[in-house]
């Protein structure tokens, strides 16, 4: 199976921060990577689609970017409520993986 | 509304079956692929299985190949995840999500169900 290698696993940054995350798969899956968020307490949210779409109704200061083997989520100017675990999912082929996760917290 | 809802969680005794439900509405739930996922407590979100829209194919992660079976019911949107051989490896919350591809891709989870393995 293609592995996915997510990271940070955690991190910390001041209000209006660049922040980025990246997973690394093991294989080539062209853009079959998504993004999720998930704040404590609450059901995941995908955040962008086919590496680079973000979802209608995400602030504008989310991007994905990446192809290949190498993918980012970007947040361009950290807010308060992007506090939350991210998450990164490929989905070339089954079975799907999940990354590990990195945890931001405002500073 | 699109909506989906988990229900069937409880407690099991390890080695124990459950069959986890999903009840789909406010979309044509024929025409999605399904999706269940899992977070166990303080871990992050595993993919579990997927099956096709019209219920024929169906794949599944490693971890719960052999032990896991899923299901549905387009005539009444209905999901099922038939659960076995639990372990309390398996106890986490179970979701499912909707995938129709493109921006209906994993768009909408349920508020899952929690399934404790525990003797």
């Known amino acids: 199976d293609i592995q996915v290698t997510q990271s940070p696993s955690a991190m910390s940054a001041s209000v209006g921060d660049r922040v980025t995350i990246t997973c690394r798969a093991s294989?080539?899956?062209?853009?079959?990577l998504s993004w999720f968020q998930q704040k404590p307490g609450q059901v995941p949210k995908r955040l962008i689609y086919?590496?680079?779409n973000l979802r209608s109704g995400v602030p504008s200061r989310f991007s994905g970017s990446g192809s290949g083997t190498e993918f980012t989520l970007t947040i361009s100017s950290l807010q308060p409520e992007d506090s939350a675990t991210y998450f990164c999912?490929?989905?070339?082929?089954?079975?799907?993986?999940f990354g590990q996760g990195t945890e931001v917290e405002i500073k | 509304e699109v909506q989906l809802v988990e229900f069937g969680g409880g407690l099991v005794q390890p080695g124990g079956s459950l069959r986890l439900s999903c009840a789909a509405s406010g979309f044509t739930f024929q025409a999605y692929a399904m999706h269940w996922l899992r977070q166990g407590p303080g871990k992050g979100l595993e993919w579990l299985s997927a099956i096709s829209s019209d219920g024929i194919r169906t794949y599944y992660a490693d971890s719960v190949k052999g032990r896991f079976a899923s299901s549905r019911d387009n005539s009444k949107n209905m999901l099922f995840l038939q659960m076995g051989s639990l372990t309390p490896e398996d106890m986490a919350v179970y979701y499912c999500?909707?995938?129709?591809?493109?921006?209906?891709?994993?768009?909408?989870w349920g508020q899952g169900t929690l399934v404790t393995v525990s003797s």
């Open positions: 294989q080539n899956i062209n853009n079959y």
């Open positions: 999912l490929r989905h070339n082929a089954y079975p799907w993986t």
């Open positions: 086919a590496s680079s």
């Open positions: 999500a909707r995938d129709l591809g493109g921006s209906e891709f994993l768009d909408y």
